[in-house]
């Protein structure tokens, strides 16, 4: 990592919240209806500010606007519940409310819980129909972690038989290439892959003791490693994929111990995403326009770089851990 970027790196964290701040009206519930894809980007941004007591109306008013059979559309003020929203609405508020110890928190979270076990298929897949089987199933596998971490669950045989069944359908699809592609939706693999890494392969190499995860996990590392391009991107260029790959690197070659291998590629795609970044925010490609979800990803992955340079857990960052 230069000096400049470690230098820079607090104002910048600093300066990308303010932004997100004033564009208050287009995430926060207090402000109107919302986008909750939006939102829980947020949400992710102000747990690890380590500000949730502060904002915590913005994690109780997630609650009145879940739906009757317990998941949560896309856009707020309809039914159309979303598995994929769901979980990441859910995996928030496990989070969230371990500091505000809210009772409707509590219970939106148990019906939550509910639905999405209810709705794994026999294959051991979810489904949702703006995303891919395998996006959806992790997304899924990612929110059971956080709720067994958070609740102390871990021995929860149910959660860990649908987790286990989950992994085992990503698994099944997995491609000789080391990424896994799904031709119908981002073929390249680059945000699929990521995805898989963090939220299925990680809690089943340290929380689930399967001995092939950790190869799996290395041989996609070392495949996303060869589709990085020179400048530092990936993916033509996408910066939601590049963020993507950045923050999946950093939480797996802490948890394997790999940080000297990994390291400078991670600091290569931080780099390039500071250099291409906007004013203020980021668009989905460079020269594009600011957007809140794409700024809201591209300060996680600042406060997440921070932290890989702490030498603190990761596993803490994403709640795989306490």
């Known amino acids: 990592m230069t000096s400049i970027l470690q230098e820079n790196l607090d104002q910048l964290i ?20 919302q986008d909750l894809e939006v939102l829980e980007h ?3 941004c102000i747990l690890h500010l380590g500000e949730t007591k502060k904002y915590a109306r913005e994690f109780q008013d997630c609650a009145p606007v879940q739906n009757p059979d317990g998941g949560w559309s896309k856009q707020s003020h309809t039914e159309k519940t979303s598995i994929w929203i769901t979980t990441f609405v859910g995996l928030k508020l496990c989070r969230g409310n371990m500091i505000i110890q809210d009772p409707a928190i509590e219970a939106a979270i148990d019906r939550c819980l509910k639905f999405i076990l209810d709705a794994q298929e026999e294959d051991g897949h979810w489904t949702d129909p703006e995303w891919s089987h395998l996006d959806t199933t992790c997304s899924v596998t990612c929110f059971l972690t956080i709720y067994q971490v ?3 669950r871990q021995d929860d045989e149910r959660i860990n038989e649908a987790r286990r069944r989950g992994f085992d359908f990503i698994m099944n699809w997995h491609r000789d290439s080391g990424l896994w592609k799904d031709d119908g939706f981002h073929p390249a693999g680059i945000e699929t892959t990521a995805h898989l890494m963090q939220y299925t392969l990680v809690p089943a190499f340290f929380m689930d003791k399967i001995d092939f995860a950790e190869k ?10 060869d589709a990085q391009a020179e400048n530092g991107s990936w993916d033509n260029e996408n910066t939601d ?3 993507d790959a950045c923050r999946n690197l950093m939480l797996v070659s802490d948890v394997t111990k790999t940080k000297d291998k990994y390291g400078p590629v991670i600091a290569k795609g931080v780099e390039w995403l500071i250099d291409i970044k906007n004013e203020q925010g980021w668009g989905d490609f460079p020269d594009e326009p600011s957007n809140v979800e794409r700024s809201a990803d591209g300060l996680d992955t600042l406060q997440k770089f921070k932290r890989y340079q702490s030498g603190l857990p990761m596993s803490d960052f994403w709640a795989f851990t306490k």
Not at 14 to 33: M, P, V
Not at 216 to 225: F, I, K, P, Q
């Open 14 to 33: 600093e300066d990308e919240w303010n932004y997100l701040e004033s564009r208050r009206g287009e995430w926060s519930l207090q402000e109107g209806e």
């Open 42 to 44: 947020v949400l992710r």
């Open 150 to 152: 958070t609740h102390d």
């Open 216 to 225: 799996a996990l290395l041989n996609a590392a070392d495949s996303m490693v």
């Open 241 to 243: 994929h590049t963020m």
